[in-house]
């Protein structure tokens, strides 16, 4: 059964102290890894895809890497704005056309000024 | 549209009753999800729909949910006899096959 983990369920952090955001995932042939950010009260808003071990992806001060096993969504020089639930979610190759996403739980990202 | 809509955006409704919910998925877009997310939770896969294939209801918590999409454009998400359990956000997303899936707003349910 695919599993997706994220990693930690909670991260508090000063304005400007850089940190990582782990998602390991176990699912029989990845057709994506993806990581999208939730503000309280509304929808998931798309980061970035990522779709082989080695790839990176960045935005502001947002950055994705994907290993065989693993993604981290990499945060530097956080700032209060960047506070919100981060998720991630993996696609499988299932042969078809069955595009379903599964889903971690999030890591709720709070930055203090 | 310019984004994936969902109607209403609150609905409470006593427990017993039947609930419709709807979402216009971005046009063009072939595939379209729906998942529930309870508070404080991650979220549940309920259905998938593509094209005109068959769609992929395996996350649907019991009988009492059905949903319906009528070609590749408007889905509606119905429980019957809803439960207090059954009170959560129920967000729709839709993507271009395999590509990444934009998210509605979500509807919030409450059972009374």
């Known amino acids: 059964e695919d599993q997706v983990t994220q990693s930690p369920e909670a991260l508090r952090l000063q304005e400007g102290e850089s940190s990582s955001l782990n998602c390991s995932y176990t699912?029989?042939?990845?057709?994506?890894l993806f990581w999208y950010r939730q503000d309280p009260g509304k929808g998931p808003e798309f980061l970035f895809t990522?779709?082989?071990a080695g790839e990176e992806k960045e935005k502001e001060r947002l950055k994705a890497t994907l290993t065989k096993k693993e993604s981290f969504l990499h945060i530097t020089a956080p700032k209060p704005e960047d506070s919100a639930t981060y998720l991630c979610?993996?696609?499988?190759?299932?042969?078809?056309?069955?595009?379903?996403?599964?889903f971690g739980k999030g890591t709720l990202l709070t930055v203090n000024p | 549209g310019a984004g994936v809509s969902q109607s209403p955006s609150n609905k409470v409704t006593e427990k017993g009753k039947d609930v419709e919910l709807r979402c216009d998925p971005i046009?063009?877009?072939?595939?379209l999800y729906w998942y529930r997310q309870r508070l404080g939770q991650g979220l549940e896969f309920l259905i998938y729909?593509?094209?005109?294939?068959?769609?992929?209801k395996s996350g649907l918590p019991s009988d009492r949910f059905s949903a319906e999409r009528t070609g590749e454009s408007v889905s509606t998400l119905t429980i019957q006899r809803t439960q207090q359990e059954d009170s959560a956000v129920y967000l729709c997303?839709?993507?271009?096959?395999?590509?990444?899936?934009?998210f509605g707003q979500g509807t919030r349910l409450t059972v009374v």
């Open positions: 729909f593509q094209g005109n294939s068959a769609p992929d």
């Open positions: 699912v029989s042939g990845l057709r994506g």
């Open positions: 990522l779709y082989s």
């Open positions: 046009s063009g877009h072939t595939a």
């Open positions: 997303a839709s993507s271009l096959g395999a590509g990444k899936a934009f």
């Open positions: 979610a993996v696609r499988k190759n299932s042969g078809g056309s069955n595009y379903k996403l599964t």
